[in-house]
């Protein structure tokens, strides 16, 4: 498959409102997307790493949550054939796409590498959070609170207003549990390594599917190989 159908493209004016969510892991063949100790680096290999970084730069917004940010410090900038020959996109930094950290609490320090200048960058808040470290750094979004988080109604509606018409979501798992839990999840890209590691963190944790009368089945799209891994795609039935 081409980059732009891994992503649905084709797909993306089915959703009104809001972009088209396409959520991405990597997990070794026990589901494990990180060891006990956290560690995740890495997981997959670098032929998988690379085509990500083509996936993100046919969306319009990296999403991450918190917990990742605290976890990695991740850059989430689309790397160039400049910063490493393997990869096949080029995104200039007027072009790269909106990265996105859902951050109740404000907890993205000054220091986070998602605040250079490589791209554009939004911390989404909670409206009655201390987020004054941030300002000047990056776009602060406020949102109201809900249960799980944030809304991510009102997150999404806010990426769409800013011309986000495909959202790459990359967890963490938190993260994407609430997405998935909301019914916000219109794709699934999952790589799998042939590793397993028996203990650590799964794909996804929390949300509200407690039973499995409730589970959410996916339409398998394509199986295919990326270096020694597996990648899957499918489309979440609804």
């Not at 990597?26 to 996936?55: K, M, P, V, Y």
């Not at 990869?87 to 590498?113: C, F, M």
């Not at 987020?131 to 000047?136: C, E, S, W």
Request: aromatic share 4%; with cysteine.
């Amino acid at each position: 498959m081409e980059i732009s159908e891994l992503v649905g493209a084709d797909e993306w004016t089915t959703v009104e409102g809001r972009p088209y969510v396409v959520y991405k892991y990597a997990a070794t063949l026990d589901g494990r997307i990180a060891a006990a100790d956290s560690t995740s680096q890495w997981i997959t290999s670098a032929e998988s790493r690379a085509e990500i970084h083509s996936l993100r730069a046919a969306c319009q917004a990296t999403v991450v949550g918190s917990g990742t940010q605290q976890a990695d410090n991740p850059h989430l900038a689309v790397r160039s054939l400049v910063d490493d020959p393997k990869l096949k996109v080029a995104v200039p930094v007027d072009e790269q796409p909106w990265r996105v950290i859902v951050d109740s609490n404000a907890r993205t320090p000054a220091g986070a590498r998602v605040l250079d200048d490589a791209a554009p960058t939004i911390i989404a808040v909670a409206e009655d959070a201390d987020a004054t470290h941030l300002d000047g750094a990056a776009t602060v979004v406020r949102l109201p609170r809900t249960k799980e988080g944030l809304d991510l109604n009102v997150l999404l509606r806010e990426l769409s207003s800013r011309g986000v018409r495909g959202m790459f979501l990359e967890g963490g798992p938190t993260l994407a549990a609430s997405f998935v839990s909301a019914g916000l999840v219109d794709r699934v890209i999952a790589y799998i390594a042939p590793a397993l590691l028996g203990r650590g963190k799964s794909a996804l944790q929390g949300g509200t599917i407690e039973t499995i009368g409730d589970i959410l089945r996916c339409e398998l799209l394509d199986v295919a190989r990326s270096g020694p891994d597996i990648r899957l795609t499918a489309r979440p039935r609804r």
